[in-house]
Every structure is written in structure tokens, then in C-alpha cells.
């Protein structure tokens, strides 16, 4: 379907010069037919839909969420779309480096979502299944409740047709609902952080601030920093959009999401410290009814971000094989093998950490570092003294480090995963989150000894 009507956006030449850094009137996102996304995400109504800033904020703060922080390289990715005049990143990746560059671009713009999507699946099914085996009267070992049978229920019921949309703005409820849910997962957590944190052994070493593993967690946070494999579509769907206004929803998006993972990081590593797993309520009971609610939350969350990651997945393909535009079949033939694909393989895969790790390291750090600095360092006209030509500077060989030895650490230094396994502090002779002694404390500080060389 075809794209009604669009318009280009100027800004002044005062706010042109303050937001790009340079002194041409050029248009901000001029219209390029042969990699568009509003062609192929936006209906030909699209003036009526486009959403207000408010919902945009919530589409961008539940993508950094989903998947985390965000940083300086997505308002230099935005920059670097008004520079060439381009309004996808295949296409300033494109216009930019040519042929080569685009190819693996898109290469790395499919796997990152799409390995995000096999994670939220993972998530999903050890999180629920774990609600569910707690209502009363219900068989732990119930197929009904097994992680199998609910990733493919809640990839029916939920991600599949949420995902079926063609505009991104149409999210931004969901987003909301999403972004509501986290602060409860947050107050869940920071409760446990008081309530159970001094109860836990603290590992060996727990408050050394980095050891020589500690590139790894670069990989890790690169995976939940990014949200440039969809911040065009974000971008597209603002009324107006100029490259500060996209500074200013930036700005109070990475507020919002610092605090967010900060808090969760912190009060998860207080709690746990060595013992904290890739996906953090592995760490917790399951007898835990407070963090059974905060389970739940968290599934639905995961649940709801989900289609974003397979928005940007589908118009990879359309880009690379249909020239930008799907018909109304192929956008669903397209959806649904995807969707299908990243389920087959989560049904197979139950182990997060590594998932992390290796999307992190290998797609979203090239993503984030890389490819946004050497962009804008090639269109750029501005003195290398420019203060974004020097953070490029910086950006650039910190990406290439963290890609290669995040890698190898990767590979030669795994993650421990005891997906599924009950912690040893959970059992009924070690530990109780109902009942907390001096008695007990003294069990599992004992009991600890004997059980830190598992996880080692």
C-alpha cells in the first residue's frame, strides 16, 4: 500500500545551526522511495495517525526498556539521516558506504531484533510458567503450564497479532501498559532488595567493582542499551518530527530509563550479588508470592515489547527483497514466518545469558558504536574539534574492542546457567522468604559453602 502525501519538515535556520551543528537550511528527513519505512508501516491516513510526542516517548522509553539505556549515537544516528538526506538507517548506512555497507547493515539490523525476540520468548516461558505453577490445586509438572505451551500461546494470542500491525504508532497504548507494568516490577524488587538482600550469602569478591571478565557485561548492556534498529520508525511516526525534537524525547526517554536500570540493576546485585543469573527472577523462590505478581508483570512486559523488535525485522526484509513495500499478504506471509522461526528456536534455547552475550557483542555493538560514528565522521563537514566529531572519535574504536575480545570472552568464558533450578537458599531446609531467623541465616551460610562451587 502506498504512502499518502508526505511533507518535508524544515527548521529555522537559528535551530537548524543549534540541533545538526551545520549551517545548511537542508530538510531534516526528505522523502526517499527506494528504503522508506513509512511506506511500508504507515497507512495512506498517515497524517491522521501519527501519535503525539507523549506516545512516542512510550514506544522509545519500551524499546530501551525491552531491550534498555540509550545513548549519545541515536540522536548522532538521526543527525546522520539529515545529513544525507535519508530517513531509514539502510539507507543512510547506504547512501553512506554503498552496496557493501547496507548488506551488513541489514544483516546485523535483522539478527539484533530478531535474537531479542528468541530472548523475550525465553523470558516469557520461564516467567510464567513459574506463575502458573503456583495456583493452588495445579500439577507443577502440567504440560499446560510448561514453557513450550505458553511461549506458543502468548505468541498466538499476543505477539502475533500485535505484530500484524503496520503502523508503529498504533504501540504506543501498549508501550504504556508496559512501561506501567516495569515501575511495578521495579517496587517488587526493590522490596526484596530489603526484605531479602541481607539474608543471602554474599559471594566471594561480590563488591570488586570489574575483574577481567568484565568486557562480557559490555556485551550484555550493549544488547540492553539499544534502540537504533528502530528509532526511525519511532522517529517517523512524530508529528512534524525535527532532528530537537527527537533530542528533547531522547533526552526524557534516557531519563526515565536510566533510573529504571539502575534501580534494577542495583537492587539485583545487592540482593544476590555473585549468584544473580541473566534473567534476575531466576534468582528468586518460587514460593515467593510478591515476586509471583512481579513474575507475571514481567512476562506481560516482555509479551508487549516484542512486536517493536518485529516491526524492525520485517521491514529489514521488505527493504532488502521487496524493494521497501509489502503487500497486504506478504506482510503477513512475512510476519508470521518470522514469529514462527524465533519461536522453533526459543522452544529450543533456554538459556538467556548467552543470548545476551553474543547478540550484544556481535549485532548490537556495531549497531550502537560503530556504524552511527563512522557515518556521521564521513558526512559530516564539521572540524574535527566538533564536539560530536570527537565523541565519534571515541565511540568508534571502544565498539570495535568490545566487539572482537566480547566475543572471544564470550566463547572461551560462558555464563553459568541453571535455567529452571531452584536456588539453594529457596529449599525448605535451607531458607524461608516467609519465615527468616537467626537460625535459618546460620542454615544457609553453612549450606552455602558446600553449594558456592556449583556455580562456579
Not at 501498549?174 to 543471602?200: D, K, N, Q, Y
Amino acid at each position: 500500500m502506498r504512502a499518502g502525501p508526505r511533507r518535508q519538515h524544515l527548521l529555522p535556520p537559528q535551530d537548524n545551526r543549534a540541533a545538526m551543528g551545520y549551517q545548511r537550511q537542508d530538510p531534516v528527513i526528505p522523502p526517499q522511495r527506494d528504503l522508506d519505512d513509512r511506506e511500508t508501516l504507515v497507512s495512506e491516513h498517515e497524517h491522521k495517525e501519527k501519535t503525539c510526542q507523549s506516545a512516542a516517548l512510550f514506544n522509545v522509553v519500551n524499546s530501551i526498556i525491552g531491550s534498555g539505556i540509550i545513548d549519545f549515537s541515536l540522536i548522532l544516528l538521526i543527525k546522520g539521516g539529515a545529513l544525507s538526506g535519508t530517513d531509514t538507517y539502510q539507507s543512510l548506512v547506504n547512501k553512506t558506504f554503498g552496496f557493501p555497507g547496507y548488506i551488513l547493515l541489514s544483516v546485523l539490523q535483522f539478527l539484533y531484533p530478531f535474537i531479542a525476540m528468541i530472548s523475550y520468548n525465553i523470558i516469557a516461558g520461564d516467567t510464567l510458567s513459574k506463575v502458573f505453577q503456583r495456583i493452588p490445586g495445579v500439577d507443577p509438572e502440567n504440560v499446560f503450564i510448561g514453557r513450550h505451551f505458553i511461549i506458543g500461546l502468548s505468541t498466538v494470542t499476543f505477539t502475533l497479532p500485535l505484530s500484524l500491525y503496520r503502523n508503529i504508532a498504533k504501540l504506543g497504548k501498549v508501550s504504556l501498559i508496559s512501561t506501567g507494568l516495569t515501575t511495578l516490577i521495579l517496587g517488587i524488587v526493590m522490596a526484596r532488595a530489603i526484605s531479602l538482600g541481607p539474608h543471602i550469602p554474599k559471594t566471594e569478591d561480590a563488591w570488586v567493582f570489574a575483574k577481567p571478565n568484565a568486557i562480557q557485561a559490555v556485551g550484555v548492556m550493549s544488547f540492553a542499551f539499544i534502540c537504533h534498529h528502530n528509532s526511525f520508525l519511532v522517529y517517523s511516526s512524530l508529528e512534524e518530527p525535527t532532528v530537537a525534537k527527537w533530542s528533547r524525547l531522547i533526552h526524557m526517554s534516557i531519563v526515565i530509563s536510566v533510573f529504571i536500570c539502575i534501580f534494577f540493576a542495583t537492587c539485583g546485585y545487592l540482593t544476590f550479588t555473585g549468584f544473580t543469573q541473566g534473567d534476575l527472577f531466576e534468582n528468586y523462590c518460587r514460593n515467593d508470592d510478591l515476586v509471583t505478581f512481579g513474575r507475571f508483570c514481567y512476562g506481560v512486559t516482555v509479551i508487549l515489547t516484542y512486536p517493536m523488535e518485529c516491526f524492525v525485522t520485517r521491514e529489514v526484509i521488505a527493504n532488502v527483497f521487496f524493494g521497501g513495500n509489502l503487500s497486504s499478504v506478504f506482510h503477513i506471509v512475512v510476519t508470521v514466518m518470522v514469529i514462527t522461526v524465533a519461536t522453533l528456536v526459543s522452544l529450543l534455547i533456554d538459556c538467556l545469558g548467552i543470548v545476551l552475550e553474543l547478540n550484544g557483542v556481535l549485532c548490537a555493538t556495531p549497531l550502537i558504536f560503530i556504524i552511527p560514528s563512522a557515518c556521521y565522521l564521513k558526512l559530516s563537514e564539521e572540524p574535527r574539534t566538533h564536539s560530536d566529531k570527537i565523541m565519534s572519535y571515541v565511540m568508534l574504536p571502544i565498539g570495535a574492542a568490545v566487539m572482537v575480545f566480547g566475543f572471544v570472552m564470550a566463547i572461551t568464558n560462558p555464563q553459568d546457567c541453571t535455567h529452571g533450578q531452584e536456588m539453594f537458599y529457596c529449599f525448605p531446609d535451607n531458607f524461608s522468604l516467609t519465615n527468616t531467623s537467626e537460625s535459618h541465616i546460620q542454615q544457609t551460610t553453612q549450606l552455602s559453602i558446600l553449594n558456592i562451587s556449583i556455580f562456579q
